[in-house]
Structures are given as C-alpha cells and as structure tokens.
C-alpha cells in the first residue's frame, strides 16, 4: 500500500512540475538547469543517514561520498543560478 | 510514528512547498531570483531537520562530507565562466547521477533483507544514476574538447555497435533479475557491482554517437534522468521530498527535451540515434555568388539604418563577441535605430544558452526575442546582423525540399532587407549543410573574427 501512495505523489509531483515548468520563459532556460542541478541535489537528505551510521563501514563510506557530490550540486548549483539571474536586468 | 520522524516529515512538506513555489517565480526574470533564494532555503530547513534523524550515531563523516562538497561547489560556481555554463551543468548532472547511485548502493548494502520490490526499485535508481553518471561526463567532454583524442565532439560509431548496446541492456536485465531473484546469495555482490559496471557503460554507448550539435538535447536529456534518478531513490528510501524534488526536475528536463526537439524538428528518438543512420550528401546546387563586404562598408549601411536586428549563435561564444556587440548596441540606440536580438531555441550548446551570455554583457532581457516574434517581424528590419550563428538561419529548412534540415523552424534572417554575416570562413555548420543564406541578393559576409569586426564598425562610429 505504501507503494500505492508513494506513486500517487510521484504522479501529482510530476503533473505539477510540467505546469509550472511550462510557464518558463525561453531567456530562462539555462537558470532553470542550473536550478535543476541544485534541486536534484536532495539525494543528500537520503544519504544522510548513511553517512552518519557507523555500523556499517561500507555503507558509511558510499553514503559520505553521495553527500560530498550531492553538496556540490546543492551549494554549486544554488549559487550559480544566482550568479546568472543577479544578471538579466531590466532597461 | 516517532515524535523526531513526525517533525522531520512536517519539515519536509514546507521544503516541498518552497522549491514549488521557487520554480513558480522562475516565470518571470524579474522574480526568478527571489525564487530561486526560496529554493535554497527549502533546502537547507530540509538537510537541517533531516540531521535530526535518529539512526544518525556519528556527525564527524557527515560534517567533513558537507563541509568538503560545499567548498568544492563554491569554487565551482565562483570560477566557471558563462560561456562554460554547458560543461557546468553537464558536470553536475552527472555528479547528481552518481550521488544517487550510490545512496541505493549504500541502501543495498545495509538492507541485506531486502524484498524484491524494493530490490526493483533501488536497482532502478542504480541503473538511473549510473546511465547519467557516465553519460553526462562523456556530453561533458564532448563540449569542453579537453579529451579531444580520446572521444571526439562529433559522432563516434563502430560497426556492431547496435549489436554491442543490445548485449548490454540484455546483460544489465539478467544480472538485475539475479539480484531480485537471489538477493542473499554469495554471488548476489558480484551481480550488483556487475549491474553498475555495466549501466556506467551503458550511459557511455548512449552519448558517443551523438553530435556536437545535439547537445542541448543530451543536456537537457540528463537534466532530467538526474531528477528521476533521485526520484526511484526516494522511492527505494520512501522519502517523499525525494520524490517531488526528483520530479520537479525530471518534469523540467523532458520539457526542455522536448522544446529542443521541437525547434530542430526532430523527433527525440531521431535525435538519440542520428549517429547510426548514414549520412545523405545532398547534391543540390545553390545559384549565386557570395558577396563579401569589408567591416568599414558595413557601417554606413548600419548608421542608416531605423532598426537592427541581431541573431546569435554558438560562434558568438566561441569569438566572445557578446560585449562587444553591446557596445554596438548602445551605439547604434543613440544614432536613433532601434537594436532587438532574435534567439533560436536552439542556438549555442543549451537551451537558453545565448540568452545568459547576453545578460553577461548587460543586454536588457526585454530586448531578447524569441524566434516567433522576431520572424513576424523581420520584413520591416533595414538590418539583420547574423553573429557565429549558421543552421539556424538556414533557408534551406523552407526552400529546399532534400535538404536534411528540411521542415525546421528557423529564423527568416533571409526576409531583413540586409543581412550582414560574421563569420570566419566558408564553413558550413554542424549539420554539414551548405546556406543558401549567403548567396542571396541581400546577404553580405563580413568575413573575419567576429569580436574583431564588430570592434571595426565600432571604431567606425567613434569616429
């Protein structure tokens, strides 16, 4: 059943993401990407709890690197973006 | 439900709630930037709450991992020029690909009993992350050049190697059925490791044959796997902030897809598998001559000239002649013409790309239309100046019916009253197809390096 409802968000999700995204304009589009980036950097909350769990050192160690790459698109991906769109200016 | 679990799923929902309402702002430039600080803050309640977490034992790894990643993205996104923006976001698609990857392999390896749904899924977030691990960082070397010897910016093809995928992805579904089947077994190691290895190769026999010019489609592509690959992570993990954010990201990359697919007039499949078909030499001759113009002559026509309109392309980056031409922006406004840009989807590496180069020099985004609007208009321009951009003012996708890029939308550069060409040479663009643009009547080459040559002009009015 927790399947089932775990679908039901992944579809809203996506039918959601479709309406929105529709409604970027053009000039925005690589922002958009980069904000992408920064946005599918979420991994790093599931690899979390890896990381921090010393029972397993395999595990830690797999977890602990997803979070050092996740970090990056977060932070790099966040900061990007705001360096581009600090730059579209009005006249 | 745990009183910690309760706080940290409710935390999750506000998350949810501002990375939707960040891309919601993205509609306009005006907004899109206090959007994209509410994504960022969204994200950081949602990594706070998540260290909560009461399986955490130990912060010491996890702190070093942040503090090493945060680092590592700051220099990044400090350090990396505009005109590099595709090899960038290449890169962390990419990197988003592995991170998800090995967070279902971190899973695989706690959860040794594991049942086969979840296994399922967690192989699929694996297979996912690993197509765009290895795809994006060989889309990464394509546009950088940097490995130029070892996979080359255009198509790279073997014979057999339809026959070599197909061996792949079959492999990849006998090793995951085994995982699934056998999931405690002594060989179960093996086949997982197995698996990855082959979804990283599979994700490189992906990419290579496909082009140069294809690339916004690749980007975009991956942009979107990044997304999905967190999305079946979150799945595995049954996080539900994986999933909308995974979503979110996979719904804007197939649009994306879809937008650069539209504008090429190609379907996405066509595109993916373009390398494999044989190239058709079209033997159709174009009557006329090239006109060549000095950059000095240009510049009477344009101090006449009322209104100006400017179509960039990927050689405007190359030549880095966005400031420049700004400059003969402003010049050009003060003798009383009026300048807009007219910007192909498709233009440069990614979408959008010419547009970001553009604010880069200051260039108002008001001023930057796209194809549609500029196309209604073009008969009334006294000026169409084409900087490094080819393909997507071909005239061939209306007039010539063989043409391969027959049927695409372009911009009718070709319909202005004058049209001034920077270019270099008489190269033909990537689609390898001669213009017929430059044999009109209309059409003038300014031959030479565009940034050199619009510095010419511009000296022209100083004077």
Redo the contacts between chains.
Sequence with gaps: M??IY?LM??ML??F???E?????????????????????????????????????L???I?????????????????????????????? | MLNTELIINAVYVLSAAL??L???L?????T??RG??L??IG?LV??CV??S?Q?????E??I???V???A???F???K?Q?TE?PE??SL??G??G???L??A???L??DTAIDS?LAVIVLLAIAIGGITFSGSVVAWAKLSGKVAKLISSGSTVFSGQAFVNAFIVIAIFVLGALVVIYPQTANSTVYVYSFVALCIILGVMLVIPIGGADMPVV??LL?SY??L???A???A????????????????????TS?MCKAMNRSLINVLFSGFQTVKTTEIKIEGEVKPLAADDAYYVLEAAQSVVVIPGYGMAVAQAQHSMKELQVLLEENGAEVVYG?H?VAGR????M??LL??A?V?????L?MDEVNARMTNFDVAIVIGANDVVNPAAREIEGSPIYGMPIINADLAKNVFILKRGMASGFAGIENPLFFKDNARMIFGDAKDTINTIIRQFAD
């Design positions: 927790s399947f775990l968000i992944l999700a996506i959601l993401g479709f929105l995204i529709r409604k970027v304009p053009a000039t925005l589009h690589t922002p958009l990407m980069s904000g992408a980036n920064a946005v599918s950097g979420i991994t790093l909350i599931g690899a979390i709890a890896y990381s921090g769990n010393e029972n397993l395999l595990a830690q797999l977890g602990s690197v997803s979070v050092f790459l996740a970090t990056i698109n977060v932070v790099g991906g966040y900061m990007v973006t705001d360096r581009m769109l600090a730059m579209f200016k009005s006249k | 990375f939707i960040g891309l919601k993205l509609s306009h430039p005006s899109a930037r994209n600080k994504s960022a994200m949602a990594i998540t260290l977490d399986n955490i034992l130990a912060y790894w996890i070093v991992a942040i090493a990643g945060s590592v993205g700051a990044i996104a400090k990396v505009l923006m960038m976001v962390l698609n990197v988003g592995l991170a998800s090995l967070v392999l971190a899973m390896e706690t749904y980007i975009s942009n990044s997304g690959a967190a999305c992570a979150g799945m993990l049954n996080n539900n902030l994986l999933i909308v954010a995974g979503a979110l990201v996979g719904a804007s990359g197939i649009i994306l937008v910007i989807p990614m979408p959008g790309h547009n970001v604010a880069e200051d108002p985004y008001e001023l930057l796209e």
